[in-house]
């Protein structure tokens, strides 16, 4: 079982930039297929990005392509979210999510992890 903690919101202007983690704890980390998701008020929660667990595949929404990047480290336990050229559209609360093995594959799904941080707020201003 992992415990995920999110941290780095924060409120930004459009154009700006925030460095998300999400810290884990347990050690199986390396093992655990990771994800980005966020969601607004009121509305889905929204696949962002994911990454297998040796972090030689990563996955994006058509949204935040080329903006976002996803990474981890390992030995650190620990993975990351970089945002650049943020938009007000990206507001939302942001959640890292576990999808340790046996893994369900469908990384664009919210209903694949296994387990949740509790969130971290990032709005973007106009």
């Known amino acids: 079982q992992v415990q995920l903690v999110e941290s780095g919101g924060g409120l930004v202007q459009a154009g700006g930039s925030l460095r998300l983690s999400c810290a884990a704890s347990?050690?199986?980390?390396?093992?655990?297929?990771m994800g980005w998701f966020r969601q607004a008020p009121g509305k889905e929660r929204e696949f962002v990005a994911s990454?297998?667990?040796?972090?030689?595949?990563?996955n994006y929404a058509e949204s935040v392509k080329g903006r976002f990047t996803i990474s981890r480290d390992n030995a650190k336990n620990t993975v990351y979210l970089q945002m650049n050229s943020l938009k007000p559209e990206d507001t939302a609360a942001y959640y890292c999510?576990?999808?340790?093995?046996?893994?369900?594959?469908?990384?664009?799904?919210?209903?694949?992890?296994?387990?949740w941080g509790q969130g971290t707020q990032v709005t973007v201003s106009s």
């Open positions: 990454i297998t667990s040796s972090g030689r595949t990563t």
């Open positions: 347990g050690r199986t980390f390396s093992t655990y297929i």
């Open positions: 999510a576990a999808d340790g093995p046996p893994y369900d594959g469908r990384t664009t799904r919210a209903y694949a992890y296994d387990y």
